[in-house]
């Protein structure tokens, strides 16, 4: 069983930066692909950015790419997306996913492919 706890949303400036971070529980933290979701007001929830278990392999929506960055530390097993140049379309509540352990290095954008999922948090860019 794993559970995820999101940190780091909040109000933020277009152009500024946010890093959100996910705290993770679990042995079997570092054998998991992780990933960013997010869910904007009245749409679908949609793949943001994912990381292969060992850290070697990361995804990027084409909406973030080049502006958002994921990584992970697996010792203390976070994963943290950091966000700049935030645009008003970023506004969402930002989720934490896990996939199920040893899956090997994959890192997929569909939701049905994550196992486990954080609270969420809210982020909120303004202009």
């Known amino acids: 069983q794993v559970q995820l706890v999101e940190s780091g949303g909040g109000l933020v400036q277009a152009g500024g930066s946010l890093r959100l971070s996910c705290a993770a529980s679990g042995r079997t933290f570092s054998r998991r692909t992780m990933g960013w979701f997010r869910q904007a007001p009245g749409k679908e929830r949609e793949f943001v950015a994912g990381i292969s278990w060992s850290g070697g392999i990361t995804y990027y929506a084409d909406s973030v790419k080049g502006r958002f960055t994921i990584s992970r530390d697996n010792a203390k097993k976070t994963v943290d997306l950091q966000m700049d140049s935030l645009k008003l379309e970023d506004t969402a509540v930002y989720f934490c996913?896990?996939?199920?352990?040893?899956?090997?290095?994959?890192?997929?954008?569909?939701?049905?492919?994550?196992?486990?999922w954080g609270q969420g948090t809210q982020v909120t860019v303004s202009s």
């Open positions: 996913a896990a996939r199920a352990a040893n899956l090997g290095s994959i890192v997929p954008t569909a939701l049905t492919a994550y196992d486990y």
